[in-house]
């Protein structure tokens, strides 16, 4: 078979999956003449997109019990059609912060095609996301403090961090909507996503459409700090026009 390009490599090893119940890495590698490397660097972002389970010289399917929970956030279609929305949106050579959170992570199997990314994170797990590209981009970590809650760096050394770069573009999560606020957020530390914004010349929110109209107190990132809000095609017309008036830009992704 003739050598595909990363996301086409991977698509295909997954169908093989799916269909056989299991594949091996020699085999892979073979059938797509590549090295044995880039085979485990697929499976295992493979397996962090929770599509298949990494096994010993090779890969085997989800078990059954685990694919019937198809509302699982991290796996839904909602979160694959506004990640690959805003991967739309990135273009190559671009800097960019990709803010901690499972929406955000969703963007990393769409960066596979981009080159000469350079991506600055406060998320171990992002970090590991991104070091299985097999473009390889350039990663960046903040650094800082470890907070459990959010599961990612905050604190004044990460802060200190974002303000000596100059960045295209943030991508970012959010807990809840506030249509004429803005973004909000469970966790009183807000001061990294706002230098974050500050950081950057776009900021993207990244959101499904069922957090929009919560109610939380935390207000993240007012709407004047917003320049792309994208969601998923459930979002009401009547809110989209709302926060459309703040002068924030609405992608509606289809799922």
């Given at each position: 078979m003739t050598k595909r390009n990363t996301q086409q490599r991977r698509h295909t090893i997954l169908s093989?999956?799916?269909e056989c119940g299991e594949v091996s890495v020699d085999a892979l590698a073979a059938e797509f003449e590549t090295s044995e490397v880039t085979i485990r660097k697929d499976l295992?972002?493979?397996e962090k997109s929770g599509l298949l389970l990494r096994r010993y010289g090779g890969a085997v399917a989800l078990p059954q019990e685990i694919v019937a929970k198809s509302n699982d956030k991290r796996d839904s279609l909602r979160k694959m059609a506004i990640a690959k929305a805003a991967a739309n949106l990135i273009k190559d050579h671009n800097r960019i912060i990709i803010d901690s959170g499972r929406t955000t992570a969703a963007m990393i199997p769409e960066l596979a095609n981009k080159h000469g990314l350079v991506v600055m994170t406060n998320a171990m797990n992002i970090a590991n996301r991104l070091l299985s590209l097999e473009n390889e981009p350039t990663l960046l970590m903040t650094g800082g403090t470890w907070d459990p809650h959010s599961e990612s760096f905050q604190g004044q050394v990460a802060e200190k961090v974002l303000r000596s770069y100059d960045f295209d573009q943030l991508f970012i999560g959010a807990d809840g909507i506030d249509v004429a606020r803005g973004t909000?957020?469970?966790n009183?530390?807000?001061?990294?996503?706002?230098?974050?914004?500050?950081?950057?010349?776009?900021?993207?929110v990244l959101v499904e459409s069922d957090k929009v109209g919560r109610k939380i107190p935390n207000l993240e990132l007012p709407?004047?700090?917003?320049?792309?809000?994208?969601?998923d095609d459930n979002l009401a017309l009547e809110?989209?026009?709302?926060?459309?008036?703040?002068?924030?830009?609405?992608?509606?992704?289809?799922?």
């Open positions: 093989k999956v799916n295992t972002a493979l909000t957020t469970f009183e530390l807000v001061g990294l996503s706002q230098v974050m914004a500050e950081s950057a010349r776009e900021v993207i709407w004047s700090q917003v320049t792309t809000l994208i969601t809110q989209c026009q709302i926060i459309e008036s703040s002068g924030v830009t609405v992608i509606r992704a289809s799922v």
